[in-house]
């Protein structure tokens, strides 16, 4: 077993991991170790010589990273598996700036609602579930009047906090279950489950 000094980025001595190799595996998130022990298993089968999966690794602070593990088989002349070679990257910051990318194609950037795409997508599903049975749903119109009132009089900046507000209390008066959103300007719409 050889562990990289670079162990040390998570707050980790190589000779404390060597000395307990299985300390790794009490340090992936709850949520992603079945997954990783499922990739880990299917890196012993032939038919997988490489791969590439990602979970979060707790760091010697308590908190967590995302990693993405890129390993190959070694095998010997006669193919027999030798050893498997693992290389860790820390890819927290792109999976933090993949997931605020897929925040922005859902929601409107103003507002944090959903936007129009995402609202009538799940309106379209929720049609669909309801003809074959699911309970109904209601929709709610919101059209704010004398708007552009507002943006000529007082600026753009004094409309983009009026609608914030106006979000702000859709959000606050509907229930979990109901979705919310900006379907463009000063329209807004509620779904009801």
Wanted: charged share 30%.
């Amino acid at each position: 077993i050889y562990i990289s000094q670079n162990v040390k980025l998570f707050g980790y001595e190589p000779a404390a991991m060597i000395e307990s190799p299985h300390l790794y595996q009490e340090l992936i998130h709850p949520d992603d170790i079945a997954e990783v022990r499922e990739k880990q298993a299917r890196s012993l089968e032939s038919a997988t010589p490489r791969g590439v999966f990602e979970f979060r690794l707790m760091t010697a602070s308590g908190a967590y990273r995302w990693v993405e593990n890129r390993y190959s088989q070694i095998r010997d002349a006669a193919g027999r598996l030798t050893e498997i070679e693992g290389l860790l990257i820390d890819v927290t910051e792109r999976k933090a700036a993949e997931e605020k990318i897929a925040q922005l194609a859902r929601a409107d950037p103003l507002t944090g609602l959903a936007n129009r795409n995402t609202f009538i997508e799940r309106l379209r599903q929720s049609y669909v579930d309801a003809r074959r049975g699911a309970p109904a749903f209601a929709l709610l119109y919101i059209d704010l009047d004398r708007f552009k009132d507002i943006n000529d009089t007082l600026g753009h900046p004094v409309g983009d906090r009026f609608l914030i507000e106006v979000s702000k209390r859709i959000k606050e008066t509907i229930r979990d279950t109901d979705m919310a959103g900006r379907l463009g300007g000063d329209e807004f719409a509620v779904m009801q489950s």
